[in-house]
């Protein structure tokens, strides 16, 4: 008798501090993502501009777009996460101003600049099943929903025009989740931070920046790419 109760306090020693250090994911409830890519937006499609504005100022380059975007998972069925998710960003293009009417042609010293501030309401679907189920650290993803671009201009330090633009955003994206090439690091930053993944991700966004085709306003839908662009960058899920 004596012979099992010390038996079982042995293994009682050796199983009780293994169960208690198991590692437990905390709770996840969103996400946040940075992300760069150029932007170019069709202003030129826009009726009755001639000459064509965009190309003419600015060359017809693209825009440096900056993005921060927060999402809030409200629902964690098997393998997939649903959410909602708000974006903003701040993209700019600049060139120097022409000279007036009457001149010999060329440039001044002032500058003619296109601010836009693009802002977005998604429903995200990230499926985590190959990731979650089998270590494979790819999260592809989905994300739709409204915009509403801030935009205005200016001519030699001073405001020119402004307004804004409503539309619509299409995104499919792929997510490489990092944890797999430091495990015990990303349960450390878990349990200590309460993120639960960090990734890198590249996506194609398509923005159709019209109005919905109701009214007058400035063109500012996606046009590097089959009228979409390419963005990446890195997140967080927390």
């Known amino acids: 008798m004596k012979t099992r109760l010390v038996c079982f306090a042995l293994a009682a020693c050796i199983l009780i501090p293994g169960i208690s250090s198991a590692y437990i994911p905390s709770p996840q409830y969103g996400a946040f993502e940075l992300k760069f890519g150029p932007y170019k937006p069709n202003v030129d499609d826009e009726p009755g501009l001639d000459p064509p504005v965009y190309s003419t100022t600015f060359n017809d380059k693209s825009m440096f777009l900056t993005t921060i975007e927060l999402d809030y998972q409200f629902w964690h069925p ?61 999260v592809p993803y989905a994300k739709i929903g409204l915009a509403y671009y801030v935009w205005w201009t200016l ?12 539309g619509w955003q299409g ?8 944890d797999p090439l430091d495990p015990m690091t990303a349960r450390t930053f878990d349990n200590e931070v309460g993120v639960n993944h960090t990734y890198l991700f590249a996506e194609l966004m398509w923005a159709r920046m019209e109005n919905f085709g109701t009214g ?23």
Do not use: H, W
Request: glycine share 14%.
């Open 155 to 166: 001519n030699g330090g001073e405001t020119d025009s402004s307004g804004g633009t409503f």
């Open 216 to 238: 007058d306003c400035m063109y500012l839908s996606t046009d590097n790419f089959f009228g979409a662009t390419v963005l990446a960058g890195i997140a967080i899920e927390f």
């Open 78 to 138: 098997p393998g997939v996460s649903l959410g909602v998710g708000f974006s903003v960003g701040f993209m700019q293009a600049y060139a120097k101003s022409t000279l007036d009417e009457g001149s010999t042609g060329g440039s001044t010293t002032d500058y003619t600049v296109l601010n836009v501030i693009p802002m977005a309401l998604l429903f995200v679907v990230r499926m985590d099943y190959l990731a979650d189920e089998f270590n494979v650290p790819l």
């Open 171 to 178: 995104i499919v994206g792929l997510a490489l989740r990092l």
